[in-house]
């Protein structure tokens, strides 16, 4: 079946700091590619995603590139605020199916 | 805006007992989900709805069951709680059309069983 190896955390960065969480996974055909994002206390909320080979999903600073040759969604920020404190998950989600195979998750603490 | 909603935020119940887990989606979605959380395993789906009395299997759904009566509503049960279903559950919905739907999730019950 389908699975994502997701970078194991906790990850703990100064603010303003450079950020990358990888992720790679195996899924047959062409699968849609998802990074959520859960705040303390919260659900899942979308942070991004990328449909197809090459695409780049980008939102809050955020951004991650969909290399198929590499089989990886890799999530980069240039600069972490505070604010950016929260757990990561990489999923993707196998074409022709609705369902999300989820990463265990990456803890990001940002420091003052 | 999308807005799932759960019953409950925090849940405690005694070992044996009958367990109702509700989540109501405003954005008329078909296709509605169940998943638990637990720390290092990340999200695991317990059973996947695409239709109003239509239901699926998902990864782990032993000691589980859902009911889907209206097309807003999906709910889980368990129908004899036991310790190892401590967890935060997680509900979320969405369209069935398009490549890569996004899915909406709730803030999640905290369950606890004693």
């Known amino acids: 079946g389908d699975s994502v190896t997701q970078m194991e955390g906790p990850v703990t960065l100064s603010e303003e700091a450079f950020l990358t969480i990888n992720c790679t996974y195996t899924a047959t055909g062409y699968p849609s590619l998802f990074w959520y994002v859960q705040y303390p206390g919260e659900g899942l909320q979308l942070l991004l995603k990328?449909?197809?080979?090459?695409d780049k999903g980008s939102n809050k600073g955020f951004e991650a590139t969909y290399r198929k040759e590499t089989t990886s969604f890799h999530l980069e920020k240039g600069s972490v605020q505070v604010s950016d404190s929260a757990v990561y998950f990489c999923a993707p989600m196998r074409a022709g199916s609705y369902q999300l195979t989820f990463g265990k998750g990456t803890k990001l603490s940002v420091i003052p | 805006d999308v807005k799932v909603t759960q019953s409950s935020r925090y849940l405690v119940k005694r070992t044996g007992e009958k367990v109702f887990l509700e989540c109501v989606q405003d954005?008329?979605?078909?296709?509605m989900f169940w998943y638990r959380q637990d720390p290092g395993l990340g999200l695991r789906l317990i059973y996947f709805s695409y239709d109003v009395k239509m239901k699926e299997k998902g990864d782990i759904p032993e000691g589980y069951s859902v009911s889907r009566e209206k097309k807003e509503r999906f709910s889980l049960i368990l129908e004899s709680a036991s310790t190892n279903q401590t967890s935060m559950y997680l509900c979320a919905s969405s369209f069935p059309y398009g490549q890569g739907p996004t899915q909406y999730f709730g803030p999640g019950t905290r369950l606890l069983v004693l």
């Open positions: 990328a449909t197809k080979a090459d």
């Open positions: 954005m008329d979605h078909e296709n």
